[in-house]
């Protein structure tokens, strides 16, 4: 099927895009939601600039709507997206990377059925640390781009997310009942690259925003793009 991939820049999108693309389905467009508000129900706002970088390493042409991020009115500006998505590209479906969030999950789905769009969500109630490993192992380079959680602190910005950090915040999702794969909010990330780019992405310069202890977020400032 020819589908429209809501896509953040983050690991979820990234996976089930991916996961869809194995599937032999055509990814023909990334739906990218510019939230002008930082605290949207159901956009990812962090580096969402950086999108574009990633959908030229994807090789996808990408759709951008602009949302002021108002709970509940921001889905009328998804609706506008969808169907624009429909009408360009002609799109037959939509991926998402929805993990266990209901609110957002049926939200999709009440849109999408409105224009006869079937729903994907291949990432929909996955174990979750089975998820963080699956991820590595298929090659995907990410890093945390914001974090918010105790146990979690500046340190883990920037940092490429591998084995080790995956064991770790098993550790910590034991002892102060986190998320392992961050659907709680515990941090934000950002994919560099994964098995589908064609290119990848290289952080050049960035800063790093530090609230308290265990609040931090990684502004980037600059970000290209270099041969793998």
Request: charged content about 30%.
């Amino acid at each position: 099927m020819k589908l429209a991939s809501l896509f953040s820049g983050g690991k979820d999108s990234n996976y089930s895009l991916y996961l869809m693309q194995k599937e032999k389905h055509e990814i023909s467009c990334l739906v990218i939601m510019i939230s002008e508000n930082p605290d949207s129900y159901m956009f990812h706002t962090p580096a969402i600039e950086l999108t574009r970088l990633q959908a030229q390493a994807l090789g996808i042409p990408i759709l951008e709507y602009v949302t002021k991020g108002e709970k509940e009115e921001e889905l009328e500006d998804l609706r506008k997206a969808l169907e624009q998505a429909k009408k360009r590209y002609g799109v037959e479906g939509v991926v998402t990377g929805a993990l266990y969030s209901e609110y957002q999950r049926s939200r999709i789905q009440k849109i999408c059925d409105e224009f006869g769009l079937k729903t994907f969500n291949p990432l929909w109630h996955k174990n979750q640390l089975a998820y963080m490993q699956e991820l590595v192992s298929a090659g995907f380079e990410i890093v945390f781009t914001g974090v918010a959680a105790y146990g979690l602190d500046k340190s883990w910005l920037n940092k490429k997310i591998g084995v080790k950090e995956i064991k770790r915040l098993g550790e910590l999702e034991e002892k102060f009942d986190i998320n392992v794969a961050g659907e709680g909010g515990e941090f934000e990330s950002l994919v560099l690259s994964g098995p589908n780019y064609d290119e990848k992405l290289v952080i050049e310069e960035a800063e790093i925003l530090e609230e308290d202890e265990n609040t931090a977020r990684l502004i980037i400032k600059y970000a290209k793009l270099e041969n793998k």
